[in-house]
């Protein structure tokens, strides 16, 4: 009777972790939102919409781990399931997060959907998107330009608007510049290792868009890192997919310099010597343990897209 009594001790506590996640909390993940349901047998049902479709998956308690899950499809819905590559989940609440992660077979984290705050969809994909893009450049005739929020600057005096485009509420990377003559029109800004280049694209009838002859090139002059964001938000979003393999490999290091770290392949070392916010520590011992919750995550996203390049990907 005792050995009985623990074992549904420990069902039951392991049960209630999962009501962390409650029902009618929100999931963001890219432009997209989740809805929770808790269902009678404690499996938790998550459901969202994409352009008229209805997207739904199915979270059931791992007993045997705590906070972990096996996600399938939900049976009780016509919703397409996006995450049939990624069959294990774990909850993670810690730092002020509220997460869910998502693993492959091997182990591997594919994506994260955030439930430690709740907004538009679009909206939350919009501004990690400014974060990424924002801070001062040097275009091509010298001069310096600063994208601010909405706003670029130019010799410090707001001369121009921008407005980011979405399709089918995802965020594209194209900017609609109103001033700054040689910058007015639709622009595709694709970041770079040395900062942005801006495609000049046109929208067909179907709202697609297509890159034109133009094109631009601005340089990153901040003090602070190049991707220096990838510090601080969560890079569920994807939108940094179009850079190409080598560039990924220096953003996801970049995480590791800001913290001092010493590296041993020659190419990294060589780049972030020459970077002027670099100060490398004497050893990196307990730099792991020194990295944020969003710092050690975004590692593992970035590696896992580094992962699956296999050329340059185009404009939508």
């Known amino acids: ?12 506590s392991l049960t209630a972790s999962a009501q962390d996640i409650k029902s ?5 993940i890219s432009n997209l939102v989740y809805e929770a349901k808790i269902n009678t047998d404690k499996t938790i049902t998550f459901t969202a919409m994409a352009e008229g479709e209805e997207l739904a998956f199915r979270l059931t308690p791992n007993y045997s781990k705590k906070n972990e899950f096996v996600l399938s499809e939900e049976l009780n819905a016509d919703g397409f399931n996006p995450f049939s590559k990624t069959p294990r989940a774990k909850y993670i609440e810690k730092e002020g997060w509220k997460l869910i992660c998502l693993y492959d077979q091997k182990g591997n984290l594919h994506n ?8 538009e969809g679009e909206k939350v994909a919009m501004g990690k998107w400014m974060e990424q893009i924002m801070g001062k450049y040097v275009d091509g005739y010298g001069d310096t330009l600063e994208i601010g929020h909405e706003v670029i600057y130019e ?3 707001a001369r121009a608007e921008y407005k ?3 399709f089918n509420g995802t965020v594209t990377g194209v900017l609609s510049i109103n001033g700054l003559t040689d910058l007015e029109g639709m622009w595709e800004a694709v970041q770079t290792l040395d900062g942005l280049t801006l495609y000049e694209v046109e ?3 179907y709202g697609m868009f297509k890159r034109k002859d133009q094109k631009k090139t601005l340089s990153w002059v901040n003090s602070e890192p190049r991707f220096g964001y990838a510090n601080r938000i969560l ?8 850079m190409p393999k080598s560039t990924l490999r220096i953003m996801r290091n970049s995480i590791l310099a800001k913290h001092g770290y010493m590296f041993s392949s020659r190419d990294l070392a060589d780049y972030f010597a020459s970077q002027p916010w670099f100060s490398p520590r004497p050893s990196n011992d307990g730099i792991n343990d020194e990295l944020s919750l969003v710092e050690s995550l975004n590692i ?3 590696k896992q897209i580094e992962g699956n390049k296999s050329g340059e990907k185009r404009l939508l």
């Open 203 to 205: 929208q067909d009838e």
């Open 1 to 12: 009777m005792k050995k009985i009594f623990i074992m549904m001790f420990t069902l039951v």
């Open 155 to 157: 010799k410090g005096v």
């Open 164 to 166: 980011n485009i979405a």
């Open 300 to 302: 593992e996203l970035i």
């Open 235 to 242: 890079l569920n979003d994807k939108l940094f997919q179009k």
């Open 24 to 28: 009618g909390s929100k999931w963001n």
């Open 112 to 119: 994260v959907l955030d439930g430690s705050f709740f907004g």
